[in-house]
């Protein structure tokens, strides 16, 4: 599809939007909008084989998750978001790089409720930072295995229970590899399924 070639193609180069130019975030937001427009899938939250799974962040406009790289000594990694339709589970997962055998993670976990055909009221309800050697992290899924298991972690580990810890987001776009949704502070996430 030449909407989507093209979206990936402005993409690149902008470390998932840590150092996209004025211009570069004008031309992916008119490939987002192009692309939203060809949306093959209206309803994604009754597609939950395509929306199942671990998805690793393209890009994103996102100050909470792009500020993540403004930790002193540590460079922001790969980022994922993986849902788990079942359980009405969402995880997001920041790996920080840095100082050998010091990197970084910083992990929410959260329960997502449809209230559309595409939007999902989301619950933030457990947070995680800490380093990735004494966490034990080896992927996103053995991660999201041990939270699910009730594991404690050696790392800042504490449940959410804030009723303003909460947000929306609208999936605007779905296929079997890659996604665009728009959260409600204005922020758009564009995700290809790892």
Same mark, same amino acid.
């Given at each position: ?39 093959? %899938? ?17 890009? %994103? %406009? ?109 999936? %605007? ?22």
């Amino acid at each position: 599809m030449i909407g989507k070639s093209r979206l990936i193609d402005v993409i690149a180069g902008t470390n998932r939007g840590l150092v996209a130019t004025e211009a570069q975030k004008q031309a992916i937001l008119a490939a987002i909008a192009n692309l939203e427009d060809l949306n093959p %899938t209206p309803r994604p939250l009754e597609a939950s084989n395509l929306l199942e799974g671990n998805w690793r962040l393209l890009y %994103t %406009t996102s100050k909470a998750l792009l500020n993540l790289d403004n930790i002193p000594l540590y460079k922001l990694g790969q980022i994922y978001q993986c849902i788990r339709v079942e359980s009405a589970s969402v995880y997001n997962i920041a790996e920080i790089y840095g100082l050998p055998s010091l990197e970084g993670l910083v992990s929410v976990a959260a329960k997502f409720e449809p209230v559309s055909d595409r939007r999902v009221q989301v619950k933030f309800k457990r947070f995680i930072i800490g380093l990735q050697r004494l966490i034990g992290y080896q992927s996103p899924g053995n991660l999201i295995q041990q939270i699910e298991s009730g594991q404690k972690f050696t790392a800042l580990d504490f449940p959410i229970k804030k009723e303003e810890q909460q947000g929306w987001l609208d999936i %605007t776009y779905l296929d079997d590899d890659l996604r665009i949704g728009r959260g409600n502070e204005g922020s758009v996430f564009v995700l290809s399924k790892s």
